[in-house]
């Protein structure tokens, strides 16, 4: 085991156990707090797996952007502190648990089994610039039906979040 | 050469956090909770992607990664516009007050 495979082990660990502890705050502040550590965790993965461009790009979206703008909407929303009882909570974990584990049992198990996957990944490490040629000459349609997903988007948002909301039909 | 760890490790990993997401999503009654689950999950199959472009070597797992990152910045735009919306609306945030359409 060298020091990539250890690095690898301890990120992983890492990002386990901070989107686990994120899940299950009351508090949705903590929560998001949480996320943005399994979120860099996440970005230096990245890096590790050779595409230090998207390591950016997970940083500046998913950890700044994202997590910031649920962060504004906690803010802007009052919360409500829940009533449940212990029972109920219970109740409302259970199910997911045991769904949760069976099919996490399952996917390690196919995966240990599937061909293919036993390969060992080379330490290589695709340069932005090679990756940004490659995009926009392979899946250039791609790159412009994704920018008119984030034009519709910000008009749904835009439409949704006018200031008299009641007057939507 | 140098080698990281077996594939099936990745995958391994990345398994877990979708399955950590969507219990997230599954359990939690609170929408922006249920907006968080589904972003773990994202998050996880762009793991699976990135390892999967370096066991092949091809870049197209990389690019995909860029789309899923595109479709996620989207779904919580809209998603939490509309939380917003429904909570205007409504007056909560739990998931398990909204029915009015009970007998």
Same mark, same amino acid.
């Given at each position: 085991?060298?020091?990539?495979?250890?690095?690898?082990?301890?990120?992983? &660990?890492?990002?386990?156990?901070?989107?686990?502890?994120?899940?299950?705050?009351?508090?949705?502040?903590?929560?998001?707090?949480?996320?943005?550590?399994?979120?860099?965790?996440?970005?230096?993965?990245?890096?590790?797996?050779?595409?230090?461009?998207?390591?950016?790009?997970? %940083? %500046?979206?998913?950890?700044?952007?994202?997590?910031?703008?649920?962060?504004?909407?906690?803010?802007?929303?009052?919360?409500?502190?829940?009533?449940?009882?212990?029972?109920?909570?219970?109740?409302?974990?259970?199910?997911?648990?045991?769904?949760?584990?069976?099919?996490?049992?399952?996917?390690?198990?196919?995966?240990?089994?599937? &061909?293919?996957?036993?390969?060992?990944?080379?330490?290589?490490?695709?340069?932005?610039?090679?990756?940004?040629?490659?995009?926009?000459?392979?899946?250039?349609?791609?790159?412009?039906?994704?920018?008119?997903?984030?034009?519709?988007?910000?008009?749904?948002?835009?439409?949704?979040?006018? &200031?008299?909301?009641?007057?939507?039909? | 050469?140098?080698?990281?760890?077996?594939?099936?490790?990745?995958?391994?990993?990345?398994?877990?956090?979708?399955?950590?997401?969507?219990?997230?999503? !599954?359990? *939690?009654?609170?929408?922006?909770?249920?907006? !968080?689950?589904?972003?773990?999950?994202?998050?996880?199959?762009?793991?699976?992607?990135?390892?999967?472009?370096?066991?092949?070597?091809?870049?197209?797992?990389?690019?995909?990664?860029?789309?899923?990152?595109?479709?996620?910045?989207?779904?919580?735009?809209?998603?939490?516009?509309?939380?917003?919306?429904?909570? *205007?609306?409504?007056?909560?945030?739990?998931?398990? *007050?909204?029915?009015?359409?009970?007998?």
């Amino acid at each position: 085991m060298n020091i990539y495979a250890v690095i690898f082990y301890v990120l992983g &660990a890492v990002i386990l156990g901070a989107t686990a502890l994120a899940i299950t705050r009351r508090n949705l502040m903590h929560a998001i707090v949480y996320l943005v550590f399994s979120f860099i965790g996440t970005a230096l993965l990245f890096y590790l797996l050779g595409a230090p461009f998207l390591a950016v790009l997970e %940083v %500046v979206i998913y950890a700044g952007a994202i997590m910031v703008l649920f962060l504004f909407i906690v803010m802007m929303l009052k919360s409500e502190p829940d009533h449940l009882t212990l029972g109920l909570r219970l109740r409302q974990w259970l199910p997911a648990l045991a769904l949760s584990g069976i099919s996490l049992i399952v996917m390690t198990v196919f995966v240990l089994q599937a &061909a293919g996957g036993s390969g060992p990944l080379p330490l290589v490490m695709a340069s932005p610039l090679e990756f940004g040629r490659f995009l926009f000459q392979k899946y250039w349609l791609g790159v412009e039906i994704a920018s008119f997903l984030l034009f519709v988007a910000l008009v749904g948002a835009l439409y949704l979040g006018r &200031a008299d909301g009641k007057t939507g039909s | 050469m140098v080698t990281i760890v077996p594939y099936s490790h990745v995958l391994i990993l990345a398994a877990s956090l979708f399955v950590l997401g969507a219990g997230c999503a !599954i359990a *939690r009654r609170n929408l922006i909770m249920i907006l !968080i689950g589904v972003e773990i999950m994202l998050n996880a199959a762009g793991l699976a992607c990135i390892g999967a472009a370096m066991r092949w070597q091809q870049l197209d797992g990389q690019a995909f990664v860029i789309f899923i990152m595109a479709v996620a910045a989207s779904e919580v735009g809209v998603g939490l516009s509309l939380i917003v919306y429904s909570q *205007r609306r409504t007056g909560t945030l739990d998931a398990d *007050r909204y029915d009015l359409m009970k007998g």
